[in-house]
């Protein structure tokens, strides 16, 4: 089971192909597939091409409009709610953050709650938008409930990540795009395939009980909070999965905690849904709002090199930035090209089959 | 070694008077006793007149500035750069925090940052004053170095901890207020108190090994970031450390990372530092820039019903929703009174005999 390499050309074509083949007009399939292969480039393979087909399939099932509406439904100087009319969070995401990055333009910062969208990639992808403004980037949005909350058994949350991308002046920037979970649903199914354990204290059975089970969520489990259990801090993990829940949904009026709606088509959606669509939020800051952009710049790079600078624990060769693993994959991966495992190769060459694509990616 | 117990009001009567006794004037004691009384009616002993002492030797080492001219060096209309003076934090931060509120009055957002501040007591405090505003309230601070980043055994970080305040209807508002860390200090020095362990991955050694000895800080050991190790997230509780240690100070112009300014007055203050004192950093969100007040409000009290009655584990008698413990800890002790520790008890005492202040707490 060799897993086959394509070029991000070769993958971003076939995707944007696939995106025009569910009627998005051409910028924004541009837009959406820059956006999903956002995330192979930077290693999160869970992220971008493997859920292509499912967003075909939210297509097919009616629940992703590809030629969606996006209109701001109310606004301040500094803030706004974005309807996304349904359309695919990998397009509403980025016109979301382009409004609050207007409004930093103009006010030094800008926050966008964003309503009635749907899965969006992966969070930095959006965040790191600001980068180029000289503006710090933030993103989250909230998803479907497979997280209970400390000291319950019952799937309140999603995995609901946070991003946020600091612009340096020589160094890199410093970005961090993580799940308030102990760990993401993706790393599960890697164990899964594998036919691994989990290390405990990532899930736990469907009484609440500690466990090492990959299978566990197929059974009634659950993902745990970062911290995975109350001596260990998962409060504080539930307290941030909520508060994404909470800017993501109940701020722009998307369904939010266990009413968030399933990512597969095949799910059927919760009952009494109190808001449309998933929820995300955007900030942007514009770094000279507080200080002048050179000297924020230089501090940056003092701030990551000394952190790079220190001592390493035994057995560790460096201390790492947020931002450095994926920042390293995506320079490997854009050379060298993005290997993807069998079961996704065939699951793009049944989509390039459904639309009569050709299939020509090697 | 019993616990003597104070009313809240003599304890904030006493430490108002010590405020002025430092130099305060009448408006400046009453904020700062304010928000030190609010750590120790939530609960959060080690943060409220257990550090009255503290502070008032910082200000005999010249420290911190009991006339401070607290002043914006830099705004924008949704953002500002304070400069504290040196003041007390316990001063300086509701005044910037007054200073966010007044920008989202006008333009929906405000964001504060602040430079040249010290020890502001609790988070959830300062971040609680936009709860009457009818808005979300946003608090963080940078502190001196006791933490390791993910692979090192170099303390490059506080505590640093994010308070994130939400407002409701009938329901009682939201209110998260979190170290970054799998276990705040204090939690670490009433383990030390009762000659207990700690549990594993609250600290490591000064070789970066795991330990459970509670005093492993006084031999070069630290505390561990949120997650406690890599394979359970610690680089996510690095990074939110890294994001307030940036926001709070790298942003403002204070002394970030390893150089962060220390609490103990006894503690030389570390070379080169690249900024002014501690730095924080404010956000309040009126909820009506983003949707009407009282949809929003409903929406939280379904939000915090739906989580309160989430199925709990065996064991469990109820899930809580973030501030529930620190809420109703504040009722029982707004009642019965305050307990405070025998050598806490004797430290304000020779507070009073240092000031010629009468002993009349009991």
Not at 81 to 101: F, R, S, T
Not at 164 to 177: K, L, N, S, T, Y
Request: hydrophobic share 40%; glycine share 10%.
């Amino acid at each position: 089971m060799m897993d086959a390499i394509y070029s991000y050309q070769s993958l971003y074509n076939f995707t944007y192909a696939i995106f025009k083949q569910i009627g998005c007009n051409n910028d924004d399939a541009t837009t959406a597939a820059k956006a999903l292969l956002g995330a192979d480039v930077r290693g999160i393979d869970s992220h971008g091409v493997a859920r292509l087909s499912g967003y075909v399939r939210l297509w097919e099932a009616g629940r992703i409009n590809s030629k969606p509406n996006i209109h701001i439904k109310y606004e301040t100087p500094s803030t706004a709610v974005v309807d996304g009319d349904a359309g695919l969070g990998l397009v509403v995401a980025p016109h979301a953050m382009q409004i609050a990055i207007d409004k930093a333009e103009k006010v030094g910062t800008g926050w966008v709650s964003v309503c009635n969208s749907n899965h969006f990639g992966i969070a930095g992808y959006h965040a790191m938008m600001a980068l180029e403004k000289d503006m710090i980037g933030i993103a989250m949005t909230n998803a479907s409930a497979l997280v209970v909350p400390t000291f319950s058994i019952e799937r309140m949350l999603g995995t609901n990540p946070i991003a946020v991308a600091i612009p340096a002046g020589e160094q890199p920037p410093f970005v961090a795009d993580f799940a308030t979970t102990t760990a993401a649903n993706g790393k599960l199914e890697i164990l899964q395939r594998k036919n691994e354990d989990a290390p405990l204290g990532w899930v736990q059975d469907k009484e609440g009980n500690a466990s090492t089970n990959a299978n566990e969520l197929k059974t009634g489990g659950a993902l745990l909070p970062l911290g995975s259990d109350r001596e260990h801090g998962s409060h504080k993990g539930y307290a941030l999965g909520s508060i994404v829940d909470i800017f993501s949904a109940v701020l722009s009026g998307a369904s939010y905690g266990p009413w968030a709606p399933p990512f597969p088509a095949y799910v059927p959606m919760p009952e009494n849904m109190p808001g449309k669509g998933l929820g995300h939020f955007f900030g942007a800051m514009r770094i000279d709002a507080f200080r002048p952009a050179d000297e924020f710049k230089h501090h940056m790079d003092n701030w990551i090199e000394r952190f790079r600078n220190a001592k390493p624990a035994d057995g560790y060769e460096k201390v790492l930035v947020p931002g450095d693993p994926e920042r390293e994959m995506e320079l490997i991966r854009m050379k060298e090209g993005i290997p993807v495992v069998e079961s996704i190769s065939d699951d793009l060459k049944k989509l390039a089959e459904k639309f009569n694509i050709e299939w020509n990616l090697l």
